[in-house]
């Protein structure tokens, strides 16, 4: 079974820095996602981005980047020039391409933006 | 973008008592809709997985006796909480996709279930 493993509990950052929030994973497929959401205190979940494994160039949207390395199972969310609306829990998931596509969660990181 | 309420936001029960938990997609057509609890502080545990028309695939450990889970369009599940107790007051969500391959997962705004 595949597992998602998010280490840091916690993050805190100054507003407009940038932060790294790091997910691993692992799995024996080839063909899969990955996910980074975003559960502000309303906890409504936000898709922040997506990557696609066959895909090597990483993802960006606007702020968001991830640095993909599938070899080492690794997909970590950097935010440029945090803002305060940034401040929440981000979640890192995996889905399979076979099969039910059911999302894998992370424990999640609850990210303090600093104002 | 694609929009999944969620009805009732909050629910209150006594023990003993069964709840119903609504989930719609409202601009699509959801052929598979997914169930998560949520503990407090903690990430979300999918319950159960439901296409239309079908039975639900329940995960390991998830009564499906006491959760039942319909999804008998292709715009709403529904899931009861049967015979609440205390310890099934978490809050509960929704997602909901359209078809197989890269389309996304689409997620309610959750309902918070207290049993007394």
């Known amino acids: 079974a595949q597992t998602v493993t998010q280490s840091q509990p916690e993050m805190s950052v100054q507003e407009a820095e940038t932060v790294t929030l790091s997910c691993t994973y692992d799995?024996?497929?080839?063909?899969?996602?990955l996910f980074w959401y975003k559960q502000p205190p309303s906890r409504q979940m936000i898709l922040v981005i997506r990557q696609e494994a066959y895909k090597q160039q990483n993802a960006t949207e606007n702020r968001f980047s991830v640095n993909f390395q599938k070899a080492a199972k690794s997909f970590s969310l950097k935010i440029s020039d945090s803002q305060l609306g940034d401040a929440a829990m981000y979640f890192c998931?995996?889905?399979?391409?076979?099969?039910?596509?059911?999302?894998?969660f992370g424990q999640g990181t609850r990210l303090t933006i600093n104002p | 973008g694609a929009v999944v309420s969620q009805h009732p936001s909050r629910v209150i029960c006594k023990s003993g008592t069964s709840v119903k938990i609504e989930c719609r997609s409202l601009?699509?057509?959801?052929?598979?809709m997914f169930w998560y609890r949520q503990f407090p502080k903690k990430s979300l545990m999918l319950m159960a997985t439901?296409?239309?028309?079908?039975?639900?695939?329940?995960e390991q450990g998830v009564e499906k006796d006491k959760f039942l889970i319909n999804h008998a369009s292709l715009t709403l599940s529904t899931l009861t909480v049967t015979s609440a107790h205390p310890e099934d007051s978490s809050f509960y969500i929704c997602?909901?996709?359209?078809?197989?391959?890269?389309?996304?997962?689409?997620f309610g705004p959750g309902t918070r279930l207290t049993v007394t």
């Open positions: 439901s296409n239309e028309g079908s039975k639900a695939t329940y």
């Open positions: 799995t024996s497929e080839s063909d899969y996602y």
């Open positions: 997602s909901a996709r359209w078809a197989s391959g890269s389309h996304e997962q689409y």
């Open positions: 998931a995996y889905r399979s391409a076979q099969g039910a596509q059911k999302l894998v």
């Open positions: 601009d699509f057509q959801a052929t598979t």
